[in-house]
């Protein structure tokens, strides 16, 4: 099992910054492919960003606004990884629910998410 804690989410002023964190814990050796999504008010979850062995990816919206990080501890007996989204010059429409996901080969694992809410 995998077990991911979102924090970090809040309400913050258009123009602001906020960092999201996403604590990352049980058999994640497997992980392929780690991920941001958000859910706005009746409207669908759409991926923000993934970053991969290979790679980086993110929304045209968040382009250029947003970076996702990762680090990773391990030893020989468990692993912890935390992800990190990097969200600057933020606008109302990013205002949403943002999970944190993990994929393995056929399975996604979620968090619970984290609200950002961003207004005057």
């Known amino acids: 099992q995998v077990q991911l804690v979102e924090s970090g989410g809040g309400l913050v002023q258009p123009g602001g910054s906020l960092r999201l964190s996403c604590a990352a814990s049980?058999?994640?050796?497997?992980?392929?492919?780690w991920g941001w999504y958000r859910q706005a008010p009746g409207k669908q979850r759409e991926l923000v960003a993934s970053?991969?062995?290979?790679?980086?990816?993110?929304?045209?919206?968040?382009l250029g606004r947003f970076t996702i990080s990762r680090d990773s501890a391990k030893n020989a007996d468990s692993a912890k990884d935390t992800v990190y989204l990097h969200m600057n010059i933020l606008k109302p429409e990013d205002t949403a629910v943002y999970f944190c996901?993990?994929?393995?080969?056929?399975?996604?694992?979620w968090g619970k998410g984290t609200l950002v809410t961003v207004s005057s």
């Open positions: 970053i991969w062995d290979s790679g980086i990816d993110y929304a045209d919206s968040v």
């Open positions: 049980g058999n994640i050796f497997d992980i392929n492919v």
């Open positions: 996901n993990a994929q393995k080969t056929g399975v996604d694992y």
